[in-house]
């Protein structure tokens, strides 16, 4: 079983939708979740990380992580076609981080 | 602020020889880099941690002889993949971290490495 479970998609939304992405994990030793994006032939960018269960809001997007069930969410709302991406979770022990496989969103305008 | 640059982007070489990847921090100084491969469709694995001045620590399953890293300075780190395959052919992705926060990774664009 991988530490790090996430569905890879590909996922298709039309513009303005809610955008609901999710990871699961096994790994107790987690302590700070993040959500990368990754646009084609580049390197990820952090979009946002979190510690606690609860959610964190920035701007269109927000994070969700519940600790209880090992899963954590991202949402984006008023999704727009340059949100079109690969979306990573990752989490991280340590020093180390541990991704999922990406999903990826493609917004339909 | 914070951007990671690599060189070249991409790359192809032939099978045996030796390849160099340079992973360079523009606008901080990083004690700390890592080394990452993604195939395609699959997820960023971590091959190596990269202190300045001191020997790579690697992942398990990462041959050390293979891919020599080198962070002679708190700019530059250099990953070289030695007698290359093609079954190395892969995409590298090197980060940075700023100020000792692990959260705060900043990646590289990467390398596309085809070995033929």
């Known amino acids: 079983q991988k530490e790090v479970e996430q569905d890879p998609g590909p996922l298709s939304v039309p513009e303005g939708a809610i955008v609901s992405l999710n990871c699961t994990y096994s790994n107790s030793a987690f302590q700070y979740f993040m959500w990368y994006r990754q646009y084609s032939r580049k390197g990820p960018e952090l979009l946002m990380y979190?510690?606690?269960?609860g959610n964190k809001e920035d701007g269109r997007f927000t994070a969700q992580v519940d600790k209880s069930s090992k899963y954590i969410s991202l949402f984006i709302r008023d999704s727009q076609p340059s949100d079109s991406a690969t979306y990573l979770c990752?989490?991280?022990?340590?020093?180390?981080?541990?991704f999922g496989t990406g999903t990826r969103l493609t917004i339909i305008p | 602020g914070a951007v990671v640059s690599q060189h070249p982007s991409r790359v192809i070489c032939k099978s045996g020889t030796s390849v160099k990847i340079e992973c360079r921090s523009l606008?901080?100084?990083?004690?700390?880099m890592f080394w990452y491969r993604q195939f395609p469709k699959q997820s960023l694995m971590l091959m190596a941690t990269?202190?300045?001045?001191?020997?790579?620590?690697?992942e398990q399953g990462v041959e050390k002889d293979k891919f020599l890293i080198n962070h002679a300075s708190l700019t530059l780190s250099t990953l070289t993949v030695t007698s290359a395959h093609p079954e190395d052919s892969s995409f590298y992705i090197c980060s940075a971290v700023t100020g000792g926060f692990v959260n705060e990774q900043y990646f590289g664009p990467g390398t596309r490495l085809t070995v033929t």
């Open positions: 979190t510690y606690s269960s």
């Open positions: 990752a989490m991280r022990t340590n020093e180390k981080l541990t």
């Open positions: 606008d901080f100084q990083a004690t700390t």
């Open positions: 990269s202190n300045e001045g001191s020997k790579a620590t690697y």
